[in-house]
């Protein structure tokens, strides 16, 4: 029997939906990856929980922890397993916004008890929020604030159990999902919510969008209510972000595919031009129990198949001007955008890292072809220039594999509508689920969260590429992740080249003495699995986010609930800062203007979280401060 879609996450749903073709048995595997130029044979050899600190190619990073003193400002915090949020002596945290606070004084809030009503859903805090960044605007803190997806069956009537029973239950939905812009101050309560300041504005599944870049216009991307193919509605399960130069918020579009179905015949759902597409994203017919297909034609593919191309990008918005239209911008590929980490190359151009978070999909980069002048026109920066793919070489190097038509045989257009399909036909490199990437302000490098991936070495992905275990991903069913960094050649984030090593690989040195152990900077103190959401400081240390199993049993017996580490880039050290409630995940991470607070996001919690006693847990940002109003970052 199918499991509600409730139940599944956005990984479980596409594999129920979209079975990838089993390719190898288990001892096959392991034969393969121990043979596989003698590199996993050398990461199990070490034992005892010490596995791949890289291949030769940075200087040992355990080595300098051992000898190195600690640049942490605070005494690490053990595991925990309740309801509620703990931070190391000396610090301490206040919730200053949650899932249905109003932003504006005539709204009274989002009646979460009893599911609310439509006409204010678009007046409050959404809901589950995820990334987020902070913008300092003539002497005003502003946030912006993603809202990744809605709990149905909290948001509609208890006995419709998270089913839409009409159109007004979809646009409920719509509205609690987006990104929150608006203004935030610190007083005698601490941070709170400015009401009815000017820059509050909710931006939703409905509020328009202009589509920029080289596939706007494109017939794929043309609707009977948009011919053009220039203008579109809504920007939805928006995940990570980022944050340009030029002071505007980057938004990034994830699991788009769940909330598109069809009403009409299998033969009407996908037709021979949009099957391959449909597949490869997994876009089905029933959709994850949205229903919005149902109530709203723009979801549903049968009569606007369409659609589902203009989902999946990145948008540009602009906290600081109310009315600004938010742009999508194609010049940066579709896919299952996770985050979205801007850097400039030495001579000035813009250039984006970007992870495609599902089971076997690739790192991407882009790379504009103009110059970034402060004070100047921004205008084509994150359309005109060049998408790339990359590809990781077992022995520490890697390359950017340019994505053209020359390179992939496709039309523009289609490879950045189809970039999953671009990257495969380039050979990228398969990764274990690339999440947040974050890059070093004191050092010309990068890392990405690579949070899990139980389908490494069983079967291929989506598009039908291998999944063997391979540099950066060295575990087959590899259910703890790892965080991959890379050092782009000649210090340039532009270059085309670059090398690479393992900063950390999660794993249980209490429970595997194998390669499952992970790497040496793992140890009792301070285990966990699923590093999702990653962002530097101001100091150069590295806070690490999780996403995973908080079981606290089996193979993540000691790991407790969800979490933020902070990590020593330049020593490998990892210390536990701070732990979620029971349930949650720990996601999205940004710094007040100056540096005293630090703005942590709680997702999805259960249990005791703040509105218990039998209320319903909300999702929440919080406010970490030092008990003496230091610096947090």
């Known amino acids: 029997m199918r499991k509600h879609p409730v139940d599944l996450s956005a990984d479980d749903w596409d594999e129920l939906n979209f079975p990838r073709v089993e390719e190898n048995d288990f001892d096959q595997v392991v034969e393969r990856a121990i043979s596989r130029?003698?590199?996993?044979?050398?990461?199990?050899?070490?034992?005892?929980?010490?596995?791949?600190?890289?291949?030769?190619?940075?200087?040992?990073?355990?080595?300098?922890?051992?000898?190195?003193?600690?640049?942490?400002?605070?005494?690490?915090?053990?595991?925990?397993?309740?309801?509620?949020?703990?931070?190391?002596?000396?610090?301490?945290?206040?919730?200053?916004?949650?899932w249905g606070d109003p932003m504006f004084s005539a709204v009274d809030g989002y009646d979460v008890a009893n599911g609310g009503v439509v006409d204010n859903s678009d007046l409050v805090f959404g809901e589950n929020t995820d990334g987020m960044e902070t913008f300092s605007f003539n002497g005003r803190q502003l946030i912006a604030i993603n809202h990744e997806y809605t709990n149905r069956d909290i948001n509609l009537p208890a006995d419709q159990e998270g089913t839409p029973k009409n159109a007004d239950d979809v646009l409920k939905l719509q509205n609690l999902q987006g990104v929150t812009v608006m203004e935030i101050a610190e007083g005698n309560n601490g941070w709170e919510i400015v009401k009815d300041s000017s820059f509050n504005?909710?931006?939703?599944?409905?509020?328009?969008?202009?589509?920029?870049?080289?596939?706007?216009?494109?017939?794929?991307?043309?609707?009977?209510?948009?011919?053009?193919?220039?203008?579109?509605?809504?920007?939805?399960?928006?995940?990570?972000?980022?944050?340009?130069?030029?002071?505007?918020?980057?938004?990034?579009?994830?699991?788009?595919?769940?909330?598109?179905?069809s009403t009409g015949t299998a033969q009407d759902q996908k037709s021979a031009q949009l099957e391959e597409g449909y597949d490869r994203y997994g876009i089905g017919a029933d959709g994850w129990g949205y229903d919005y297909h149902k109530w709203d034609a723009r979801f549903d593919i049968s009569k606007n198949p369409h659609e589902p191309h203009r989902a999946g990008w990145i948008v540009e918005i602009d906290p600081t001007d109310p009315e600004s239209t938010p742009v999508k911008h194609t010049g940066l590929g579709r896919f299952k955008h996770e985050n979205a980490e801007v850097v400039l190359a030495t001579d000035g151009r813009v250039v984006v890292y970007m992870g495609d978070d599902e089971r076997g999909e690739f790192v991407y980069k882009f790379v504009s072809n103009g110059t970034y002048q402060p004070g100047g026109s921004t205008e084509g920066l994150l359309d005109d220039g060049t998408l790339y793919v990359a590809k990781f070489a077992d022995d520490g190097t890697g390359e950017w594999l340019a994505l053209t038509p020359e390179t992939t045989g496709m039309e523009m257009g289609e490879i950045l509508i189809f970039a999953r399909r671009a990257g495969s036909a380039v050979g990228a490199t398969t990764m274990d689920r690339p999440e947040w990437i974050a890059a070093n302000p004191h050092a010309v490098e990068a890392y990405c969260c690579l949070t899990n991936n139980k389908n490494r070495g069983v079967k291929?992905?989506?598009?039908?590429?291998?999944?063997?275990?391979?540099?950066?991903?060295?575990?087959?069913?590899?259910?703890?992740?790892?965080?991959?960094?890379?050092?782009?050649?000649?210090?340039?984030?532009?270059?085309?080249?670059?090398?690479?090593?393992?900063?950390?690989?999660?794993?249980?040195?209490?429970?595997?003495?194998?390669?499952?152990g992970g790497s040496e900077n793992i140890t009792q103190g301070n285990l966990f699995n699923s590093p999702d959401g990653m962002a530097f400081d101001s100091s150069g240390l590295l806070w690490i986010q999780t996403d995973g199993d908080d079981s606290n049993e089996d193979d993540f017996v000691g790991m407790g609930n969800n979490q933020m580490l902070v990590g020593d880039p330049v020593t490998g050290e990892i210390a536990r800062f701070l732990t979620g409630p029971k349930?949650?995940?720990?996601?999205?991470?940004?710094?007040?203007?100056?540096?005293?607070?630090?703005?942590?996001?709680?997702?999805?919690?259960?249990?005791?979280?703040?509105?218990?006693?039998?209320?319903?847990?909300?999702?929440?940002?919080?406010?970490?401060?030092?008990?003496?109003?230091?610096l947090v970052g």
């Open 583 to 630: 349930g949650s995940e720990v996601t999205g991470l940004c710094w007040s203007s100056d540096r005293r607070t630090m703005f942590v996001g709680i997702q999805h919690p259960g249990g005791d979280w703040p509105d218990g006693n039998g209320g319903v847990p909300r999702s929440s940002v919080i406010a970490v401060k030092r008990d003496d109003n230091s």
């Open 460 to 516: 291929p992905n989506a598009g039908g590429d291998d999944t063997s275990v391979n540099g950066p991903n060295p575990r087959e069913t590899n259910h703890y992740g790892q965080i991959v960094r890379w050092r782009p050649h000649n210090d340039d984030h532009a270059a085309d080249t670059f090398d690479w090593d393992l900063y950390v690989m999660a794993g249980n040195p209490e429970v595997y003495n194998n390669v499952y």
């Open 37 to 98: 130029r003698g590199f996993m044979s050398s990461v199990l050899a070490f034992g005892s929980g010490a596995a791949v600190m890289g291949v030769g190619v940075f200087s040992s990073t355990s080595a300098k922890a051992q000898a190195a003193v600690s640049r942490f400002p605070f005494t690490p915090i053990a595991a925990q397993t309740d309801g509620t949020i703990h931070v190391p002596e000396g610090y301490n945290w206040k919730v200053m916004a949650r």
């Open 201 to 261: 504005r909710r931006i939703t599944h409905n509020t328009p969008m202009k589509i920029a870049g080289p596939a706007a216009g494109h017939n794929l991307m043309k609707t009977e209510a948009d011919p053009m193919g220039v203008e579109a509605l809504g920007t939805m399960n928006n995940c990570g972000s980022g944050k340009t130069p030029w002071g505007t918020y980057l938004t990034c579009e994830e699991n788009f595919n769940g909330y598109f179905g």
